[in-house]
């Protein structure tokens, strides 16, 4: 585990956002009392830190006061189009900056304000339907943010909204054990960042490891959706969701 060369805990990191965000929520309370732990211990238990003391691309990534100032391309840009082509007039925009944390908060705000819901008649009980289910929208994006690479690309995550479908696109190829056959699969997971992985679940963002696309399956299924759409290449992961028919 590598420090990023130039940086130091005191002068790029956010103590505060590790101390109360981040800390409490990775150790029990218990167990912090029990070790006693500086903080530079404590930084470099949770592999935040390396051994000469520098910060980790995740300590950046997740607690950094600057996170782009090192790692350019680490934001989302989110665009919503008025029509099925990336030629036509765009509705609403966004660069997503600032921590990773920071990044999923905002984007979790901008898609649950761009889901549209209609009442559904059809049934003996009138229920309300979203054109797409924010938990699917929230699992593929996490997704993209948690597997993209982040040391040798300078290219945002893109969420691409049209009329009809969302386009999520992650830098990065399948990493591991995964390839574009087995990819999506029961079980088939391999972490191209399982230090960002762990901080994720640490804060709250991840559930349990290795279901992001299992549940995005069955909440577009439950909510009449097609099944996600996903497309390989060596550089770049395209997941495609389309609207409820």
Known sequence: MQGMTGASVEQDLDIRK????????????????????????????LRLTAQNGAPTVTAMLMLGKDPQYWFPGAYIQFVRYAGKEVTDSIVDQKEIRGTLPD??????????????????????????????PYEALRELTRNAIIHRNYENSNTPVRVYWFEGRVEIISPGGVYGTVTSDNFGGPGITAYRNPTIAEAMKNMGFMQQFGIGIATAHKTLKDNGNPPPDFKIQSTVILATVRKKG
């Not at 101390?19 to 404590?42: C, I, T, W």
């Not at 549209?116 to 054109?131: F, L």
């Open 18 to 45: 590790f101390e109360h965000d981040y800390l409490p929520f990775a150790v029990s309370p218990e167990v912090l009392k029990e070790n006693d732990r500086n903080r530079g211990e404590q930084l470099q238990a």
């Open 103 to 132: 990044q999923l908060h905002e984007l979790d705000i901008i898609l649950k304000a761009h889901v549209a819901t209609a009442m559904d008649t059809s049934g003996t009980r009138h229920i309300e339907r979203p054109d797409y």
